[in-house]
Nanobody, 123 residues
Framework: QTQVMESGGGLVQAGGSLRLSCAVS????????VGWHRQAPGKQRELVAA???????NYADSVRGRFTISGNNAKTMVYLQMDNLKPEDTAVYYC?????????????????WGQGTQVTVSS
């Protein structure tokens, strides 16, 4: 199995910075991409940023220019540097690992989630 653990959340004032970490362990082969998602109270979970095995990145419009995703070559450690934080960034942030597996000879996707880390930005 693939285990995912987030860390680095906390309370910060608007304009401040935080760095989230996502540690991937267990079965870590065939990782296609790792993404950071967030969910605020009463809202749907949304993709914030993602990085694929070729280091291609994509960002939500709301965070582009303020957040930076990075990771090691194996994508077993992935980081989300969050700068110029705003109160609307307050949410639980989740790390998701997308792998491909071949249990019966056919490649299929597999998704693993962490438990999340709370980020609170005060105004």
């Amino acid at each position: 199995q693939t285990q995912v653990m987030e860390s680095g959340g906390g309370l910060v004032q608007a304009g401040g910075s935080l760095r989230l970490s996502c540690a991937v362990s267990g079965v870590t082969s065939n990782i296609n991409s790792v993404g950071w998602h967030r969910q605020a109270p009463g809202k749907q979970r949304e993709l914030v940023a993602a990085i694929d095995s070729g280091d291609k990145t994509n960002y939500a419009d709301s965070v582009r220019g303020r957040f930076t995703i990075s990771g090691n070559n194996a994508k077993t450690m992935v980081y989300l540097q969050m700068d110029n934080l705003k109160p609307e960034d307050t949410a639980v942030y989740y790390c998701n690992v997308a792998r491909r597996v071949r249990p019966g000879g056919v490649w299929i996707p597999q998704s693993s989630w962490g438990q999340g880390t709370q980020v609170t930005v005060s105004s």
